[in-house]
DNA sequence: AAAGTACTTTATAATGATTCTAAACAAGTG
DNA sequence: CACTTGTTTAGAATCATTATAAAGTACTTT
């Protein structure tokens, strides 16, 4: 299975919850987003069996963590994940409530001129609103 | 009354807890960031007295919708708002968990190359977050 | 392979922010 | 003042997320 090594690697234990979790992320052609529910739900459509909700809230910060996921920082009652982690940024169509990939080339380099001491930037992430 | 008016404006009638919310967020030098409770909290200490957490959620909300307040995009368990509402962006202090303002020509131009049919840009939004 | 340990999963309970409800109240209008 | 409409309120309800602690599984050491 290839996901054992990643686990490993990460020094998570490879399970059978955490790698049905790995290909439901991680085994498909795009990269999506997604809310813990929605992947439960999904989990639950491709194997045909539940995990426990709170597995796979440990699962993803775990997976968050080691970064093989993103949390996409956006205002809404629910936490939103992407399975893309490379570095790129987000539309946020408001009365669709739902996110668009912003590949890094469709937003001019980003220049921040203000330092703070002491500390060192860890990520850069734009968030565009749409409307109608 | 100074706020009598913004009210009005905006069809909100001009309610004693209104004005105290009011003089709480705007009556004073500088924007600054917040949450609910942090705000019910400033209230209580300024007016000495109490404003059922209900109304300062429906006040805080209202004002945003009338773009008094801004929300911050930001992933937290509490939704934070800005009374800055000029266009501009943030820091995320990750150890300190504060947010810190970058004004707008602290940030190089934000060029969007990528357009979504049918829908217009409402707002842009750089959150960059720090670490040690 | 058995035994021991450390990590995982699970159902369920607990927490905490936010929203809802419906009754009491205040503001605006004629 | 009488009337309508908007507002406040305490408390209940909701919903995402986290904690708990018991049962289960993976890994290591013999």
Same mark, same amino acid.
């Given at each position: 299975m290839k996901y054992i090594e990643k686990l490993r690697n990460s020094g998570l234990r490879p399970t059978k919850q955490r790698l049905q979790i790995c290909e439901v992320l991680f085994d498909v052609d795009e990269t999506f987003h997604f809310t813990i529910y929605d992947l439960a739900k999904k989990i639950k459509k491709k194997h045909n069996n539940k995990i426990s909700l709170a597995t796979v809230y440990n699962t993803v910060h775990a997976f968050e963590k080691k970064g093989y996921l993103k949390q996409i920082p956006i205002n809404s009652n629910q936490t939103y994940f992407d399975t893309n982690v490379s570095d790129h940024h987000h539309f946020y169509d408001? =009365?669709?409530e739902k996110l668009i990939d912003l590949k890094? =080339?469709?937003?001019?380099p980003i220049n921040i001129k203000k330092k703070i001491d002491g500390k060192k930037i860890k990520s850069v992430e734009v968030l565009v609103k749409l409307e109608d």
């Open positions: 408001l =009365s669709e890094n =080339s469709d937003v001019g």
